[in-house]
């Protein structure tokens, strides 16, 4: 049992990922909308965040230092500012509808409006970060995220036709009658979903706060070979709900409850409370992550003391970053702004900064200066490569794109 809680950083990494608010909505639209005709999308960028993974736990796990911090020394402080300012931004807009993500699901429970839940949630979020020790976290949110199973398993349960569904995962193209920009949209918004930039600074913080040494490369391996495939499983279980129950009728995804309403129509209300908490757990998870996230890129940066392992009298300015980071969050919900629609944003956002994120990512991964023996072999640096070229022209179509569709409308 001790051995498997070792993996739970990879599985709150990954549900923080895949799993987050933004993410809910766009599988549940796009399994309503295409089926399963995206997910070769979604393999790909399972594939390309498990290689950058694995390159930052390897940096972490021999030089004991994590990603950020090393990329700075290596491509000194101009280039790093220009990481940080685009990561930075990516993270706490993701932040900011992670927390609206929380309210909206417990609207839905409760009926009572999300903006009035915004206060008690960003204060809790705080005490977590505060009180709640690192590991303690990350099993408690990332075993509870897995509940989200219960999408995958509403899909064997509402007997779908399950040849419609394979020849919908073997398509990669648009179905007739749909525009090819629109899908091609969707296509960027659900790979820089799987990509998001704080996932490699998470988990590699991560790695610090738990002091990985060359011992544990095995470990950080492990973390990402089950934690990344399973945050893409849930996903996909998501977007095969949508179209199992959805895609038939024609209905479209708008709102969190129609996202929901596959589970309800296979367990009832059983399932669609299972959901709710499976939602909430991992809607949480992405709000403790990504706010953390802002407090390691700045502090990792300018050099602070930083560490959740650490009281706030000894890492002042980095424990100050996270509670003005939460407290500019609730300023921003507090207007009544659209959490899904800050997301779709900060996942557009996203598509255009991967680059500034993963090339360092892959330029120190192969310094022998950091890493020694352990620097990148030819499978790594193909899969990156390969990876980096997809990247790039993700961030050049992100913008016309979404101009050209009117953000998939």
């Not at 402080?77 to 930075?88: I, T």
């Not at 398509?171 to 749909?178: C, N, V």
Request: proline fraction near 4%.
């Amino acid at each position: 049992m001790k051995k498997l809680l070792t993996l739970t950083l990879g599985v709150l990494t990954a549900i923080g990922g895949f799993v987050d608010i933004g993410d809910i909505v766009a599988n549940g639209l796009v399994g309503a909308r295409y089926g399963l005709g995206l997910v070769w999308v979604l393999v790909i960028g399972v594939i390309g965040i498990c290689a950058f993974a694995e390159m930052s736990g390897r940096v972490v796990a021999v030089s004991g230092r994590p990603v950020y911090d090393v990329i700075r020394e290596k491509l000194g402080p101009r280039a790093a500012m220009a990481n940080l300012v685009a990561s930075f931004l990516v993270t706490f807009l993701t932040m900011i509808a992670q927390i609206g993500g929380i309210a909206l699901v417990i609207e839905l429970a409760s009926g009572i409006p999300h903006v009035a839940w915004i206060v008690p949630i960003v204060v809790g979020l705080w005490l977590v970060l505060w009180r709640v020790k690192f590991e303690k976290m990350e099993q408690a949110f990332g075993l509870s995220g897995l509940v989200i199973l219960v999408f995958g398993l509403s899909v064997w349960w509402l007997s779908p036709d399950w040849g419609a569904l394979a020849d919908q995962a073997v398509r990669f193209a648009a179905p007739q009658g749909e525009p090819l920009p629109t899908y091609f949209y969707y296509g960027i918004t659900l790979f820089a979903a799987a990509m998001t930039p704080y996932e490699v600074f998470f988990f590699s913080s991560g790695g610090v706060e738990e002091k990985w040494t060359s011992k544990d490369l095995r470990t950080q391996r492990i973390n990402v070979l089950i934690g990344f495939p399973l945050g893409g499983l849930l996903s996909i279980g998501i977007a095969a709900a949508a179209a199992a129950a959805l895609l038939p009728t024609g209905m479209s995804v708008e709102s969190l409850g129609q996202v929901v309403l596959p589970v309800a129509l296979a367990f009832g209300v059983a399932g669609a409370a299972a959901a709710l908490f499976g939602l909430f757990a991992a809607t949480v998870g992405a709000a403790l992550e990504t706010g953390l996230s802002c407090g390691y890129m700045l502090a990792q940066y300018f050099g602070w003391t930083w560490g959740k392992r650490l009281p706030p009298a000894k890492a002042a300015r980095f424990h100050s970053a996270l509670g003005l980071s939460l407290l500019a969050g609730l300023l921003v919900m507090q207007t009544g702004i659209d959490p899904i629609k800050v997301t779709e944003y900060a996942l557009i956002f996203s598509a255009i900064a991967l680059p500034l994120t993963y090339l360092p990512v892959l330029i120190v991964a192969n310094d022998r200066e950091y890493l020694g023996d352990a620097v990148n072999g030819k499978l790594s640096n193909g899969i990156g490569l390969v990876i980096l070229v997809v990247i790039v022209v993700v961030a050049v179509a992100a913008i016309p794109l979404m101009v050209m569709t009117g953000m998939g409308a």
